[in-house]
Protein backbone atom coordinates (compact mmCIF):
# COMPACT_ATOMS: atom_id res chain seq x y z
CA UNK A 1 0.00 0.00 0.00
CA UNK A 2 0.98 3.76 -0.49
CA UNK A 3 -0.67 6.47 1.61
CA UNK A 4 -0.45 9.87 -0.70
CA UNK A 5 -1.56 13.47 0.69
CA UNK A 6 -1.24 16.46 -1.28
CA UNK A 7 -0.62 20.17 0.08
CA UNK A 8 0.24 23.56 -1.39
CA UNK A 9 -2.87 24.26 -3.19
CA UNK A 10 -5.08 27.42 -3.41
CA UNK A 11 -6.07 30.87 -4.94
CA UNK A 12 -3.56 32.54 -6.95
CA UNK A 13 -4.08 35.08 -9.43
CA UNK A 14 -3.02 34.58 -13.09
CA UNK A 15 0.29 34.71 -13.68
CA UNK A 16 1.27 33.72 -10.06
CA UNK A 17 2.75 30.54 -8.89
CA UNK A 18 2.14 27.56 -6.54
CA UNK A 19 4.02 24.40 -5.79
CA UNK A 20 2.21 21.22 -4.84
CA UNK A 21 3.70 18.73 -2.88
CA UNK A 22 2.83 14.95 -2.28
CA UNK A 23 4.06 13.39 0.64
CA UNK A 24 3.95 9.52 0.35
CA UNK A 25 3.98 6.97 3.29
CA UNK A 26 4.20 2.84 2.90
CA UNK A 27 5.17 0.96 -0.12
CA UNK A 28 8.44 1.92 -1.52
CA UNK A 29 7.46 5.17 -3.04
CA UNK A 30 11.31 6.16 -4.16
CA UNK A 31 10.90 2.52 -6.86
CA UNK A 32 7.87 3.97 -8.94
CA UNK A 33 7.31 6.39 -11.58
CA UNK A 34 4.24 8.87 -10.25
CA UNK A 35 2.15 11.57 -12.00
CA UNK A 36 -0.09 14.35 -11.52
CA UNK A 37 -3.47 15.02 -12.80
CA UNK A 38 -6.17 16.98 -12.70
CA UNK A 39 -10.20 17.85 -12.97
CA UNK A 40 -12.16 20.66 -13.40
CA UNK A 41 -16.15 20.70 -12.41
CA UNK A 42 -17.65 19.09 -15.04
CA UNK A 43 -15.11 17.73 -16.89
CA UNK A 44 -12.68 14.35 -17.09
CA UNK A 45 -9.97 14.01 -14.84
CA UNK A 46 -6.81 14.95 -17.51
CA UNK A 47 -2.69 13.96 -17.04
CA UNK A 48 -0.74 17.02 -16.27
CA UNK A 49 3.04 15.34 -15.56
CA UNK A 50 4.90 12.18 -14.76
CA UNK A 51 8.17 11.83 -13.38
CA UNK A 52 10.06 7.93 -13.63
CA UNK A 53 11.71 6.20 -10.25
CA UNK A 54 14.80 7.81 -10.37
CA UNK A 55 13.79 11.23 -11.34
CA UNK A 56 15.49 11.39 -14.33
CA UNK A 57 12.51 11.47 -16.97
CA UNK A 58 9.83 13.64 -16.92
CA UNK A 59 6.65 13.95 -19.41
CA UNK A 60 4.25 17.00 -19.49
CA UNK A 61 0.70 17.35 -21.07
CA UNK A 62 1.16 20.09 -23.78
CA UNK A 63 -1.05 22.62 -21.93
CA UNK A 64 1.12 23.06 -19.18
CA UNK A 65 4.57 22.31 -20.99
CA UNK A 66 7.15 25.31 -20.01
CA UNK A 67 4.93 26.04 -16.71
CA UNK A 68 5.36 23.38 -14.80
CA UNK A 69 7.70 21.67 -13.71
CA UNK A 70 7.55 17.95 -11.81
CA UNK A 71 9.69 16.50 -9.38
CA UNK A 72 10.80 14.04 -6.40
CA UNK A 73 13.00 14.24 -3.68
CA UNK A 74 13.19 10.70 -2.49
CA UNK A 75 14.98 10.68 0.52
CA UNK A 76 11.81 12.85 1.29
CA UNK A 77 9.62 10.59 0.15
CA UNK A 78 7.86 13.49 -1.52
CA UNK A 79 7.45 14.91 -5.13
CA UNK A 80 6.31 18.03 -5.86
CA UNK A 81 4.53 20.05 -9.02
CA UNK A 82 5.88 23.92 -9.37
CA UNK A 83 3.42 25.76 -11.26
CA UNK A 84 3.81 29.37 -12.96
CA UNK A 85 2.37 31.37 -15.33
CA UNK A 86 -0.92 30.19 -13.95
CA UNK A 87 -3.81 30.74 -16.30
CA UNK A 88 -7.70 30.36 -15.08
CA UNK A 89 -8.33 27.57 -17.11
CA UNK A 90 -5.41 26.02 -14.95
CA UNK A 91 -8.50 25.98 -11.83
CA UNK A 92 -8.79 22.17 -11.05
CA UNK A 93 -8.70 19.58 -8.30
CA UNK A 94 -4.76 18.58 -8.84
CA UNK A 95 -4.06 14.34 -7.84
CA UNK A 96 -0.68 12.67 -7.58
CA UNK A 97 -0.51 9.27 -8.05
CA UNK A 98 2.28 6.27 -8.13
CA UNK A 99 2.47 3.76 -10.86
CA UNK A 100 3.26 -0.11 -9.98
CA UNK A 101 5.75 0.44 -12.76
CA UNK A 102 9.10 0.24 -14.04
CA UNK A 103 8.13 3.75 -16.61
CA UNK A 104 6.13 6.71 -16.89
CA UNK A 105 2.86 6.23 -17.33
CA UNK A 106 0.34 9.20 -18.57
CA UNK A 107 -3.06 7.09 -18.66
CA UNK A 108 -4.83 7.82 -15.05
CA UNK A 109 -5.98 3.73 -15.34
CA UNK A 110 -2.37 2.65 -15.16
CA UNK A 111 -2.22 4.21 -12.05
CA UNK A 112 -2.51 2.07 -8.81
CA UNK A 113 -2.57 4.84 -5.74
CA UNK A 114 -3.40 8.15 -5.36
CA UNK A 115 -4.02 11.12 -3.04
CA UNK A 116 -7.47 12.74 -2.32
CA UNK A 117 -6.61 15.84 -3.63
CA UNK A 118 -5.76 19.33 -3.73
CA UNK A 119 -7.36 22.20 -5.30
CA UNK A 120 -6.29 24.84 -7.23
CA UNK A 121 -8.23 28.64 -8.29
CA UNK A 122 -6.97 30.88 -10.58
CA UNK A 123 -8.42 34.05 -10.82
CA UNK A 124 -8.27 36.11 -13.17
Known sequence: QVQLEESGGGLVQAGGSLRLSCAASGRTFSSYPMGWFRQAPGKEREFVA???WSGGSTYYADSVKGRFAI???NAKNTAYL????LKP???AVYYC???LSTYI?????????WGQ??????SS
Open 97 to 99: AVA
Open 105 to 113: RILSREYDY
Open 71 to 73: SRD
Open 89 to 91: EDT
Open 50 to 52: AIS
Open 117 to 122: GTQVTV
Open 82 to 85: QMNS
